[in-house]
């Protein structure tokens, strides 16, 4: 092989190097980006936000479903764990969900695998101690991978008739940073 | 100089490669370990920390917030059963009875992964609004310009490309164990203009 062809072979090879790690780095960029702009979009973390029902002009996340009401609190432990409480819905299918910032879902419990009326979850990040809970309800600790995410409500809208119930179920949710938490030793 | 300049081609040659790399995988194809079952298609690992950064990369886009295949599964069409595009000019048939599922629904997206605007605000059929047969099956018109009877549940489909998405929550055993092998309603196309 000629010297010539052997120098472009290597910048060939080269270019090829720089095109797979832009691919790798692009590829592992990608759903922290989605997630960081869905949580943006979402509104202000540590709050509560119940969207009204989906119809095309919900253009917030992709493929919603029209016949579930959504309600989404965007978390951010950095000032302490959060705290979720939420009627536990009966009626139709209902589930409570966590996201972490790399889109992936740590955590779903639905309302069959929940018989009581209300349900506390308490996220928190590594390193991070919990407050006690209300012994009364169903209750959880979720060990959160990052630092934010995204607590998901679904509720199903089975009938219309069933739709202000649903609605005023969820609207009764709330989550907000538990700032008193002692730090683990 | 003259290897700044070779240095310089290989970036400017191999970002967008690899730009356009992440594109073409991410927008086109499956959505990684995916099965399917006639024209559904279904990730085996959407949503869960088991998840490739492929499958995670493109649940991010066509399906951010999807959960497990347990607590859910969803199947997505992009073709009729005779392997042809969804086009909502087109008129399709989804026919079939109840899936195994504690509730399900099938609905209409646009190319863009939101909902198809139209003066109805007719969307999708679900195990509790399908309009069904005296024998409890049911078949959802999809698409063409107007529903075709009162009798028949109808989601219109634009006039673009579209793809439909079969919700089942929480799945029959059988059905989380071997997505591939469900019995699933069938989608086939009734007419074209």
Redesign the interface.
């Known amino acids: 092989m000629s010297e010539r062809a052997q120098e472009w072979l290597f910048?060939i090879a080269?270019?090829?190097?720089?095109?797979?790690?832009?691919?790798?780095?692009?590829?592992?960029l990608?759903?922290r980006v989605?997630?960081m702009r869905?949580l943006d979009r979402l509104g202000a973390a540590n709050t509560m936000h119940v969207g009204k029902r989906?119809?095309?002009?919900?253009?917030v996340?992709?493929?919603?479903?029209?016949?579930i009401l959504y309600a989404t609190c965007p978390y951010d432990l950095s000032k302490g764990p959060l705290r979720v409480t939420a009627p536990v819905i009966h009626t139709?299918?209902w589930?409570v969900?966590a996201?972490d910032a790399?889109?992936?879902?740590?955590f779903?419990k639905?309302d069959?695998k929940t018989p009581a009326d209300s349900v506390e979850l308490v996220v928190v990040k590594r390193g991070q101690a919990w407050p006690k809970l209300d012994a009364a309800i169903e209750r959880a600790i979720l060990f959160s991978p990052s630092e934010k995410g995204?607590i998901?409500f679904r509720a199903?809208i089975?009938?219309e008739k069933h739709l202000p119930a649903i609605d005023a179920a969820l609207h009764q949710a709330r989550c907000g940073t538990v700032a008193s938490a002692p730090k683990l030793r | 100089m003259h290897v700044a300049v070779k240095i310089l081609g290989t970036i400017v040659v191999g970002v967008p490669l690899g730009l356009a790399a992440t594109w073409v995988v991410t927008s086109r194809g499956g959505m990684g370990d995916s099965v399917a079952d006639g024209p559904w298609k279904t990730s085996l690992v959407a949503g869960s920390p088991q998840s490739d950064p492929y499958t995670r990369a493109r649940v991010a886009l066509h399906g951010l917030f999807a959960l497990n295949r347990n607590e859910t599964l969803y199947y997505t069409a992009t073709e009729d059963s005779s392997g042809a595009k969804l086009d909502g000019h087109c008129r399709y048939e989804v026919v079939g009875r109840d899936p195994s599922a504690r509730w399900w629904s099938v609905t209409a997206y646009g190319d863009d992964d939101y909902l198809i605007s139209n003066p109805g605000n007719l969307y999708s059929a679900s195990q509790t609004s399908v309009l069904r047969q005296k024998d409890g099956s049911f078949a959802i018109a999809v698409g063409g310009a107007q529903a075709p009877s009162a009798k028949t549940s109808w989601i219109p489909a634009g006039t673009g490309a579209f793809s439909l998405t079969l919700r089942l929550y929480n799945p029959g055993p059988d059905m989380a164990l071997d997505p591939a092998d469900a019995v699933l309603p069938a989608l086939k196309k009734v007419s074209c203009p």
Not at chain 1, 54 to 59: G, I, V
């Open positions: 910048w080269a270019t090829i190097l720089v095109a797979l790690v832009v691919h790798l780095v692009a590829l592992y990608l759903p989605v997630m869905a989906p119809t095309a002009a919900a253009r996340i992709v493929r919603p479903s029209p016949d139709s299918y589930s969900s996201f790399n889109t992936d879902n740590f779903v639905n069959q995204l998901l199903v089975d009938d």
